[in-house]
């Protein structure tokens, strides 16, 4: 409430020093004006000319931006409150790979695990080392920091404990003296 009030401050005595004309110019306002010939022609060559260099990208730019778009696709999943079970560690691992239009053999290599356990990590079947997290961040050239990788496995065991109910229940047996508080 105090800052409301504090911006509202800022804001009169900001706007004081200007006519109400020159506070209406300062917005953009969309125009009524019809476009010239020449406008014309030079927004279709821009829009043809960013085609032909969208179409005309090499394999490693292709690459590049499906590695990016993977990259803030994680980081949207880590920063939502929302848990998604498809958007688990081994999701993210697969795309990484496949985005790279690699074999798992060949992935498996590059970053000296075995495809076994690769398979494992992708399927879930397995909680990677933080050897392994370590790598994929240097395998990416630091583009996927290892710590969003952390964050995406520290989601999926967040989920873990909050809906694991045989977990509590086999624990509960281990409590003793439990605290009881009238709420």
Request: charged share 30%.
């Amino acid at each position: 409430m105090k800052t409301n009030k504090n911006r509202k401050e800022i804001q009169e005595v900001a706007f004081s020093k200007f006519t109400d004309q020159e506070l209406a110019d300062a917005y953009v306002f969309p125009s009524d004006e019809v476009q010239t010939a020449q406008e014309k022609d030079a927004e279709q060559n821009f829009w043809t000319n960013r085609r032909k260099q969208f179409e005309n990208r090499s394999e490693n730019e292709k690459m590049y931006n499906r590695l990016l778009q993977l990259k803030f696709q994680l980081e949207d999943y880590i920063s939502s409150n929302q848990y998604h079970k498809a958007f688990n560690f081994g999701y993210f691992l697969n795309e990484y790979v496949n985005r790279q239009d690699k074999k798992d053999k060949q992935f498996a290599i590059e970053v000296d695990v075995t495809p076994a356990v690769l398979s494992q990590y992708i399927n879930n079947h397995r909680k990677p080392k933080d050897e392994f997290v370590i790598r994929l961040e240097l395998h990416s050239g630091g583009m996927i920091p290892a710590i969003s990788w952390f964050k995406v496995l520290q989601k999926d065991k967040e989920h873990d404990i909050i809906t694991n109910q045989q977990l509590r229940l086999e624990e509960s047996k281990h409590v003793k003296n439990r605290l009881e508080f009238a709420y």
